[in-house]
Nanobody, 117 residues
Framework: QVQLVESGGGLVQAGGSLRLSCVAS??????????MGWYRQAPGKQRELVAS???????NYADSVKGRFTISRDNAKNAVYLQMNSLNPEDTAVYYC?????????WGQGTQVTVSS
């Protein structure tokens, strides 16, 4: 059974930075052959894609985070990361990782990011 565990969130002031981590367990080689994504869900809003990275390392970003966020992966550790810089209050949300674009695996608990103004 695949388990996705996100970590690294917290409370930060506007302009600050956080680095999120996601580790997938029980996934084996499947992780390295799948594109992965970071998603977020703000209160009262639908979950949205923030960034994705394919198995070769090619990346794509939502317009709202382009130039501020960087997604990366370490296939040896079954891990995907999200470096978030220049955070603003609109980035406040619970952040999740999952396969892109299907969100195939059971969603984890996510990690809360709160940006104060």
């Amino acid at each position: 059974q695949v388990q996705l565990v996100e970590s690294g969130g917290g409370l930060v002031q506007a302009g600050g930075s956080l680095r999120l981590s996601c580790v997938a367990s029980g996934i084996g080689i499947i992780f390295s052959i799948n594109a992965m994504g970071w998603y977020r869900q703000a209160p009262g809003k639908q979950r949205e894609l923030v960034a994705s990275i394919d198995r070769r390392g090619s990346t794509n970003y939502a317009d709202s985070v382009k130039g501020r966020f960087t997604i990366s992966r370490d296939n040896a550790k079954n891990a995907v990361y999200l470096q978030m810089n220049s955070l603003n209050p609109e980035d406040t949300a619970v952040y999740y990782c999952n396969v892109f674009p299907t969100g195939y695996f059971t969603w984890g608990q996510g990690t809360q990011v709160t940006v104060s103004s």
